[in-house]
Protein backbone atom coordinates (compact mmCIF):
# COMPACT_ATOMS: atom_id res chain seq x y z
CA UNK A 1 0.00 0.00 0.00
CA UNK A 2 3.10 2.43 1.17
CA UNK A 3 4.26 2.11 -2.56
CA UNK A 4 1.32 2.28 -4.29
CA UNK A 5 0.41 5.58 -2.24
CA UNK A 6 4.02 6.69 -3.39
CA UNK A 7 3.31 5.11 -7.04
CA UNK A 8 0.22 7.75 -7.34
CA UNK A 9 1.62 10.28 -5.79
CA UNK A 10 4.51 11.21 -8.16
CA UNK A 11 2.72 10.35 -11.53
CA UNK A 12 -0.59 12.58 -10.22
CA UNK A 13 2.04 15.24 -8.91
CA UNK A 14 4.41 15.29 -11.97
CA UNK A 15 0.98 15.30 -14.63
CA UNK A 16 0.08 18.02 -12.66
CA UNK A 17 3.50 20.18 -12.77
CA UNK A 18 4.00 19.16 -16.53
CA UNK A 19 -0.20 20.00 -17.93
CA UNK A 20 0.01 23.53 -16.26
CA UNK A 21 4.05 24.10 -17.71
CA UNK A 22 3.68 22.48 -20.47
CA UNK A 23 -0.27 23.97 -21.10
CA UNK A 24 1.04 27.56 -20.37
CA UNK A 25 4.27 27.21 -23.21
CA UNK A 26 1.31 26.08 -25.83
CA UNK A 27 -1.14 28.86 -25.47
CA UNK A 28 2.03 30.73 -25.87
CA UNK A 29 3.11 29.64 -28.24
CA UNK A 30 -0.31 29.44 -30.69
CA UNK A 31 -2.43 31.86 -29.68
CA UNK A 32 0.23 34.50 -27.75
CA UNK A 33 -1.88 34.41 -24.52
CA UNK A 34 1.23 35.03 -22.07
CA UNK A 35 2.94 38.76 -22.55
CA UNK A 36 6.68 37.65 -21.55
CA UNK A 37 8.93 34.96 -20.08
CA UNK A 38 7.36 36.24 -16.33
CA UNK A 39 3.83 35.36 -17.25
CA UNK A 40 4.95 31.51 -18.56
CA UNK A 41 7.22 31.45 -15.70
CA UNK A 42 4.92 32.06 -13.05
CA UNK A 43 2.26 29.35 -14.36
CA UNK A 44 5.00 26.65 -13.97
CA UNK A 45 5.49 28.01 -10.35
CA UNK A 46 2.12 27.45 -9.51
CA UNK A 47 1.66 24.34 -11.39
CA UNK A 48 4.44 23.28 -9.01
CA UNK A 49 3.18 24.56 -6.04
CA UNK A 50 -0.70 22.96 -6.72
CA UNK A 51 1.30 19.42 -7.18
CA UNK A 52 2.71 19.73 -4.01
CA UNK A 53 -0.03 20.55 -2.21
CA UNK A 54 -2.28 17.99 -3.75
CA UNK A 55 0.23 15.01 -3.49
CA UNK A 56 3.01 15.59 -0.40
CA UNK A 57 0.89 13.65 1.64
CA UNK A 58 1.07 10.67 -0.75
CA UNK A 59 4.40 10.96 -1.93
CA UNK A 60 6.60 13.87 0.01
CA UNK A 61 5.86 15.40 -3.66
CA UNK A 62 9.43 15.10 -4.82
CA UNK A 63 7.67 14.87 -8.79
CA UNK A 64 11.49 15.17 -10.38
CA UNK A 65 13.70 12.51 -10.81
CA UNK A 66 16.49 14.64 -10.29
CA UNK A 67 14.98 15.38 -6.79
CA UNK A 68 14.30 11.66 -5.74
CA UNK A 69 18.13 10.70 -6.95
CA UNK A 70 19.27 14.18 -4.40
CA UNK A 71 16.67 12.65 -1.18
CA UNK A 72 18.83 8.95 -2.00
CA UNK A 73 22.19 10.65 -2.48
CA UNK A 74 21.57 12.49 1.48
CA UNK A 75 19.98 9.80 3.07
CA UNK A 76 16.68 10.78 3.01
CA UNK A 77 15.28 8.29 1.44
CA UNK A 78 15.73 4.48 0.83
CA UNK A 79 17.24 3.48 -2.13
CA UNK A 80 14.70 0.49 -3.00
CA UNK A 81 11.71 3.48 -3.41
CA UNK A 82 13.55 4.87 -6.03
CA UNK A 83 12.80 3.09 -9.01
CA UNK A 84 9.26 3.28 -8.12
CA UNK A 85 9.06 6.65 -7.98
CA UNK A 86 11.05 7.52 -10.89
CA UNK A 87 9.29 5.57 -13.33
CA UNK A 88 6.03 7.10 -11.63
CA UNK A 89 7.16 10.24 -12.58
CA UNK A 90 8.15 9.43 -16.26
CA UNK A 91 4.79 7.86 -16.59
CA UNK A 92 3.04 11.27 -15.16
CA UNK A 93 4.61 13.62 -17.64
CA UNK A 94 3.83 11.20 -20.84
CA UNK A 95 0.35 11.21 -19.76
CA UNK A 96 0.15 15.13 -19.69
CA UNK A 97 2.18 15.28 -22.64
CA UNK A 98 -0.76 13.25 -24.32
CA UNK A 99 -3.26 15.25 -22.62
CA UNK A 100 -1.55 18.49 -24.31
CA UNK A 101 -1.67 17.14 -27.50
CA UNK A 102 -5.27 16.40 -27.35
CA UNK A 103 -6.27 19.43 -25.99
CA UNK A 104 -3.93 21.51 -28.85
CA UNK A 105 -4.16 19.26 -31.63
CA UNK A 106 -6.99 21.35 -33.99
CA UNK A 107 -5.24 24.26 -33.07
CA UNK A 108 -1.42 23.03 -33.72
CA UNK A 109 -2.58 22.04 -37.16
CA UNK A 110 -4.07 25.44 -37.92
CA UNK A 111 -0.82 27.34 -36.24
CA UNK A 112 1.08 25.12 -38.13
CA UNK A 113 -0.75 25.55 -41.78
CA UNK A 114 -0.70 29.24 -41.51
CA UNK A 115 2.93 29.38 -40.64
CA UNK A 116 3.78 27.10 -43.46
CA UNK A 117 5.49 25.07 -40.39
CA UNK A 118 6.18 21.19 -41.96
CA UNK A 119 5.63 18.94 -38.59
CA UNK A 120 9.39 17.11 -38.68
CA UNK A 121 11.38 20.06 -40.40
CA UNK A 122 13.79 22.09 -38.43
CA UNK A 123 11.14 24.79 -38.82
CA UNK A 124 8.73 22.79 -36.22
CA UNK A 125 11.38 23.39 -33.51
CA UNK A 126 8.60 26.39 -33.28
CA UNK A 127 5.75 24.10 -32.39
CA UNK A 128 7.82 21.35 -30.83
CA UNK A 129 9.07 23.24 -28.14
CA UNK A 130 5.59 23.34 -26.60
CA UNK A 131 6.96 19.34 -25.12
CA UNK A 132 10.02 19.25 -24.66
CA UNK A 133 13.11 21.58 -24.26
CA UNK A 134 15.18 23.36 -26.76
CA UNK A 135 18.77 24.75 -26.79
CA UNK A 136 19.21 27.76 -27.81
CA UNK A 137 15.85 28.47 -26.54
CA UNK A 138 14.16 28.68 -30.03
CA UNK A 139 13.82 32.72 -31.12
CA UNK A 140 15.32 33.80 -27.83
CA UNK A 141 18.48 35.20 -30.32
CA UNK A 142 20.85 33.40 -27.15
CA UNK A 143 24.29 31.72 -28.42
CA UNK A 144 24.47 28.69 -26.47
CA UNK A 145 26.85 25.96 -27.15
CA UNK A 146 25.97 21.99 -25.62
CA UNK A 147 28.61 22.25 -22.59
CA UNK A 148 27.11 25.86 -22.02
CA UNK A 149 23.52 23.93 -22.21
CA UNK A 150 24.87 21.28 -19.77
CA UNK A 151 25.93 23.86 -17.29
CA UNK A 152 22.98 25.59 -17.40
CA UNK A 153 20.93 23.23 -16.53
CA UNK A 154 23.32 21.40 -13.70
CA UNK A 155 23.00 24.56 -12.07
CA UNK A 156 19.43 25.13 -12.10
CA UNK A 157 19.09 22.23 -10.97
CA UNK A 158 21.29 22.66 -7.96
CA UNK A 159 20.13 25.61 -7.33
CA UNK A 160 16.51 24.44 -7.11
CA UNK A 161 17.42 20.88 -4.80
CA UNK A 162 19.55 23.34 -2.63
CA UNK A 163 16.60 25.59 -2.07
CA UNK A 164 14.18 22.59 -1.41
CA UNK A 165 16.39 20.98 1.17
CA UNK A 166 16.96 24.91 2.83
CA UNK A 167 13.20 25.55 2.88
CA UNK A 168 12.24 21.90 3.88
CA UNK A 169 14.59 21.12 6.57
CA UNK A 170 14.43 21.30 9.92
CA UNK A 171 17.68 22.60 10.71
CA UNK A 172 17.12 25.82 9.50
CA UNK A 173 15.44 28.47 11.16
CA UNK A 174 14.48 30.54 8.93
CA UNK A 175 12.58 28.17 6.58
CA UNK A 176 8.75 28.77 6.48
CA UNK A 177 6.08 26.96 8.16
CA UNK A 178 5.53 23.23 6.19
CA UNK A 179 2.07 24.74 4.93
CA UNK A 180 3.78 27.65 3.09
CA UNK A 181 6.64 25.74 1.80
CA UNK A 182 5.22 24.68 -1.51
CA UNK A 183 5.08 28.52 -2.40
CA UNK A 184 8.00 29.18 -2.23
CA UNK A 185 9.32 26.34 -4.25
CA UNK A 186 7.36 27.57 -6.51
CA UNK A 187 8.60 30.61 -6.64
CA UNK A 188 11.79 29.03 -6.95
CA UNK A 189 11.25 27.46 -9.92
CA UNK A 190 9.47 30.82 -11.22
CA UNK A 191 12.75 32.35 -10.23
CA UNK A 192 15.12 29.75 -11.99
CA UNK A 193 13.23 30.21 -15.21
CA UNK A 194 13.18 33.59 -15.86
CA UNK A 195 16.54 33.19 -14.83
CA UNK A 196 17.50 30.39 -17.26
CA UNK A 197 14.50 29.66 -19.87
CA UNK A 198 15.86 32.41 -22.72
CA UNK A 199 19.19 29.84 -22.56
CA UNK A 200 17.81 26.21 -22.24
CA UNK A 201 13.98 26.66 -21.87
CA UNK A 202 14.84 25.74 -18.22
CA UNK A 203 14.08 21.77 -17.78
CA UNK A 204 15.77 20.96 -14.48
CA UNK A 205 13.25 17.86 -14.38
CA UNK A 206 14.40 14.77 -16.92
CA UNK A 207 11.03 13.30 -16.65
CA UNK A 208 9.08 16.53 -17.02
CA UNK A 209 11.19 16.94 -20.24
CA UNK A 210 11.54 13.36 -21.76
CA UNK A 211 7.78 12.67 -21.34
CA UNK A 212 5.99 15.19 -23.48
CA UNK A 213 9.17 15.37 -25.53
CA UNK A 214 8.33 11.27 -26.46
CA UNK A 215 4.95 12.20 -27.10
CA UNK A 216 5.78 15.14 -29.72
CA UNK A 217 8.07 12.21 -31.50
CA UNK A 218 5.08 9.80 -31.45
CA UNK A 219 3.04 12.31 -33.05
CA UNK A 220 5.18 13.12 -36.00
CA UNK A 221 7.76 15.76 -34.99
CA UNK A 222 10.19 12.97 -35.33
CA UNK A 223 13.77 13.80 -35.20
CA UNK A 224 12.68 17.51 -35.31
CA UNK A 225 11.59 16.68 -31.50
CA UNK A 226 15.43 16.30 -30.34
CA UNK A 227 17.17 19.36 -29.63
CA UNK A 228 20.67 20.78 -31.04
CA UNK A 229 23.19 17.64 -31.32
CA UNK A 230 20.91 14.68 -32.90
CA UNK A 231 22.16 11.66 -33.17
CA UNK A 232 25.04 13.10 -30.64
CA UNK A 233 23.61 12.81 -26.94
CA UNK A 234 22.88 16.60 -27.06
CA UNK A 235 19.49 15.85 -25.58
CA UNK A 236 20.88 13.22 -22.90
CA UNK A 237 23.32 14.88 -21.74
CA UNK A 238 21.61 18.06 -21.50
CA UNK A 239 18.48 17.22 -20.45
CA UNK A 240 18.72 13.82 -18.70
CA UNK A 241 22.33 13.91 -17.17
CA UNK A 242 22.94 17.08 -16.20
CA UNK A 243 19.89 17.74 -13.53
CA UNK A 244 20.64 14.16 -12.07
CA UNK A 245 24.51 15.36 -11.69
CA UNK A 246 23.14 18.82 -10.48
CA UNK A 247 20.84 17.62 -8.00
CA UNK A 248 23.17 15.14 -6.74
CA UNK A 249 25.82 17.85 -6.20
CA UNK A 250 23.07 19.86 -4.04
CA UNK A 251 22.35 17.63 -1.80
CA UNK A 252 26.33 16.56 -1.22
CA UNK A 253 26.75 20.70 -0.68
CA UNK A 254 23.81 20.86 1.48
CA UNK A 255 24.27 17.35 3.63
CA UNK A 256 28.22 17.90 4.35
CA UNK A 257 28.11 21.78 4.26
CA UNK A 258 25.14 24.00 4.81
CA UNK A 259 23.09 21.51 7.17
CA UNK A 260 26.24 20.68 9.35
CA UNK A 261 27.10 24.66 9.57
CA UNK A 262 22.55 25.53 10.03
CA UNK A 263 23.04 22.56 12.96
CA UNK A 264 26.19 23.84 14.70
CA UNK A 265 25.80 25.50 18.28
CA UNK A 266 29.10 27.41 18.09
CA UNK A 267 28.87 31.41 17.91
CA UNK A 268 25.38 32.61 16.54
CA UNK A 269 25.41 35.17 13.46
CA UNK A 270 25.16 39.10 13.96
CA UNK A 271 21.78 39.14 13.39
CA UNK A 272 20.60 36.75 15.89
CA UNK A 273 23.29 38.32 18.88
CA UNK A 274 21.65 41.85 18.29
CA UNK A 275 18.40 39.84 18.97
CA UNK A 276 19.81 38.62 22.58
CA UNK A 277 20.91 41.88 23.26
CA UNK A 278 17.42 43.55 23.03
Not at 58 to 65: K, Q, R, V
Not at 200 to 223: I, Y
Request: aromatic content about 10%; some cysteine; overall charge positive.
Amino acid sequence: MKRARGFVGEMLGTFILTLFGCGAVAVSVLFNAHQGLMQVALVWGVGVMLAIYVTRHLSCAHLNPAVSVAMVTSGRMNARSLPAYVVAQFVGAILAGFAIYLLFHPSIVAFEAANEIVRGSPSSVTTAKMFGEFYPNPGSGAVVSMPLAMGIEAFATFMLVLFVFALTEGCNVGRPNDNSAPVFIGLTVTSLICLTAPLTQTGMNPARDFGPRLVSWMMGWGDAAFPGEVGKGGFFWVYMLMPIVGGIVAALVFTHIVEPLMRSKTEPCECEKKKQTK
